[in-house]
């Protein structure tokens, strides 16, 4: 959707245009270009932020963890009681056919089932049909020097939304509980918080699960304490922490022992693996990667390198 933005000290309109060549976008059931790729603005996804959605990545032609992305998407949508219109082979077979249709060898998908065409009006059940949509595009979330020498973060005042209101494990179109933490790191010079729950245990950060490392051993909450089940992260818990020697326990975790630990990474199909260096003004791991955490993002890059899995 183009926007236009008129410049405070003239009058010229511009017109900001993606730099990148023109994609083509899954839409409700055929390819179009991106600039046929249109949605009513009485889409409740819009009006009301009611659908769900997946990011996933691209590693030399393989969708790193396809079936597990398509399974939460699904299950995000029966949380919410939406009936996508196509089955998740149907998706499965169309998310290749964009990373092809956009000679992607490398990137990132995007999927949304929006609750569709409707009145105004909260009711969920008057659009007859979701709409779907699938963008892939190559994507840079951190710049790679931030890999090598870890990221700042900052602890966010906002909590973490209770399960019992809007259960984080729902991958939704509604994210402003996270983007309001967001603007609490960028107002700090950071580019993540990390964001507890209002028992004031630790959860994840706005868009990445979080780990820490105390004596050689890796911990993570549970998603039960309020947090969005991360692919990655599952991933990290099953292969990638035991293939380096370092298994993973889930336990509740206050935000001292984080303040306090070794090392600290956060992991999210966007950021991948990346290292903690500074949770406000508390140096981590002397300002560096720490050496675990180190291993474990070689490790993840070996994996994604020479064959990713699609399970
Ligand atoms: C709130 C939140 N937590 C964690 C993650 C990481 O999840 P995943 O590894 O499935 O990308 C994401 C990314 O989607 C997220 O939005």
């Given amino acids: 959707m183009a926007h236009s ?4 000290t003239s009058s010229t309109i511009t017109e900001p245009k993606r730099t990148k060549p023109m994609l083509k976008i899954w839409l409700d059931g055929q390819l179009v270009d991106e600039d046929q790729a249109k ?4 889409d409740h996804g819009l009006l009301y932020g009611d659908g769900v959605f997946e ?3 691209i590693y030399n032609h393989r969708i790193l963890k396809l079936h597990s992305h398509l399974e939460r998407w699904y299950r995000s949508a029966e ?3 939406l009936t996508p219109a196509y089955n998740i082979d149907e998706m499965d077979k169309a998310m290749r056919e964009t990373v092809k249709a956009n000679n992607l060898r490398d990137g990132y998908i995007r999927s949304l089932f929006t609750r569709g065409y409707g009145d105004l009006g909260l009711n969920p059940f008057i659009c007859p049909t979701a709409g779907t949509i699938i963008i892939a595009d190559s994507i840079q979330l951190y710049p790679p020097e931030l890999y090598e020498t870890g990221i700042p973060v900052v602890v966010a005042d906002r909590p973490r939304l209770p399960v ?5 494990s729902v991958k939704s179109l509604n994210y402003l509980n996270n983007i309001m933490a967001k603007i609490e790191a960028i107002e700090a010079g950071v580019l993540e918080a990390i964001m507890l729950n209002i028992e004031g245990n630790v959860t994840e950060c706005t868009g990445d699960n979080l780990f820490m490392i105390t004596d050689g051993k890796i911990y993570t909450p549970p ?3 309020g947090l969005l089940g991360g692919i990655t992260r599952q991933w990290v818990i099953d292969e ?3 293939d380096c020697g370092h298994p993973v326990e889930e336990r509740h975790i206050k935000i001292d022992e984080v303040l306090n630990a070794d090392e600290v990474f956060l992991t999210g199909t966007g950021a991948e693996i990346i290292g903690v260096n500074k949770i406000d003004d508390r140096v981590l791991s002397d300002g560096k990667v720490g050496p675990i955490s180190s291993k ?3 490790r993840f890059k070996e994996r994604v390198a020479e064959n990713a899995p699609e399970d």
């Fill in 5 to 8: 933005t008129v410049s405070e």
């Fill in 39 to 42: 949605v009513s603005v009485f």
């Fill in 55 to 57: 990011g996933i990545r």
């Fill in 79 to 81: 949380k919410i009681r």
């Fill in 164 to 168: 019992q209101c809007l259960d984080p």
């Fill in 223 to 225: 998603v039960s304490d």
């Fill in 240 to 242: 990638i922490g035991p």
């Fill in 296 to 298: 474990l993002i070689a």
